[in-house]
């Protein structure tokens, strides 16, 4: 089951896998725009989702208070957190059972990286993991381990966070490390924040190779293919296309004849018409691409844009409900 990669999809499936029962996500712009889309998606994993919406900008501890009826459910069972712009191999499993075993209040996930100055470093205990304190952008070097986005926290954390613009990063976490009830994990295999899209595409690529290595089944196969390609089991593919590498094209799609497609993502029902081209783009919901268009160079289609035929777009940014009639010859906005 794939949305074209979307990433909350992905991290969902692998909440399901670990026994999570229900999710809640912290929205604050047309959370019935969502529920819409995970309908379908609540119903086949068996799982409740359902939206804690913000009427202003909460920051990233916020929500968390204003969900706190959600989280706190009286079982003190921990709940998880994760930013919904990263991407992993997620091992909630194993994130488990080392929350379990320190004892802390709470766990983050921390990623491996190799240029620490650019990023809030995570100074931690190498034997235990327990972190003594936060530096961010070190001017000299104090270790190479940054906060993943990843969370496991007990629900005597909603204790420490005001319903108000808050920072889990910036304001609780340092608390509890200075209480020393702070863990970190260190993230095994890959990690990405693609919340820009030239590192979603990125991303995407890092996801599949993973997939190639726990999960092979689920890639298609045929002539047509080459290396790391989803197809959702609802697309169609139609006659002489090739497609391939790193491409992921979600529910519903329908990619006609002739078609060549390579490091892309095509998000839920989306029309690529016969002998169209598209590299190193994202292909927003429900948009068509033209016959014989040719699609490149970070090309991000917002939701419901029509291409017309033969339209070349050179990195071109389209917002939603566009109408492209002619081309895009240099990166730009198209509003």
């Not at 790193?246 to 078609?259: Q, R, T």
């Amino acid at each position: 089951m794939v949305e074209g990669i979307e990433t909350y999809s992905v991290q969902i499936e692998a909440l399901k896998e670990v026994g999570v029962t229900e999710v809640v996500l912290a929205i604050n712009y047309r959370p019935e725009v969502m529920i819409n889309f995970l309908k379908d998606f609540e119903d086949k994993l068996g799982i409740t989702i359902t939206c804690s919406q913000e009427t202003e900008p909460l920051g990233t501890a916020g929500p968390l208070a204003l969900a706190r009826d959600k989280l706190a459910d009286g079982s003190g069972e921990p709940f998880f957190v994760l930013n919904s712009d990263v991407i992993s191999e997620y091992p909630f499993a194993e994130l488990i059972k080392f929350h379990k075993s320190h004892g802390g209040e709470a766990t983050i996930m921390v990623t491996k990286v190799d240029e620490p100055s650019k990023y809030g470093v995570v100074v931690m205990e190498e034997a235990t993991g327990r972190v003594e304190r936060f530096v961010e952008k070190p001017k000299i070097f104090v270790g190479n381990k940054i906060n993943a986005g990843i969370y496991l926290l007990n629900p005597s954390v909603l204790d420490r966070i005001e319903l108000r613009p808050t920072s889990i990063e910036k304001e609780v976490f340092p608390k509890i490390a200075a209480d020393q009830q702070l863990y970190a994990m260190v993230l095994p295999g890959f990690w990405m924040d693609v919340g820009q899209p030239r590192d979603y595409i990125t991303g995407l690529r890092l996801y599949l190779d993973s997939l190639r290595k726990k999960s092979a089944s689920k890639l298609a196969t045929g002539a047509h293919v080459v290396g790391n390609v989803l197809v959702h089991e609802s697309a169609k593919i139609g006659e002489g296309c090739l497609i391939g590498p790193d491409v992921a094209i979600g529910p519903g799609c329908v990619v006609e004849d002739g078609v060549r497609l390579s490091r892309c993502t095509v998000m839920r029902g989306v029309r690529i018409k016969k002998h169209a081209c598209i590299s190193n783009s994202i292909i927003g919901w429900h948009s068509t691409v033209g016959q014989w268009a040719r699609i490149e160079n970070m090309t991000i289609l917002g939701e419901d844009v029509h291409v017309c035929d033969e339209v070349y777009s050179n990195g071109g940014v389209v917002l939603p409900h566009k109408e492209i009639k002619s081309s895009i010859l240099k990166p730009e906005i198209v509003m």
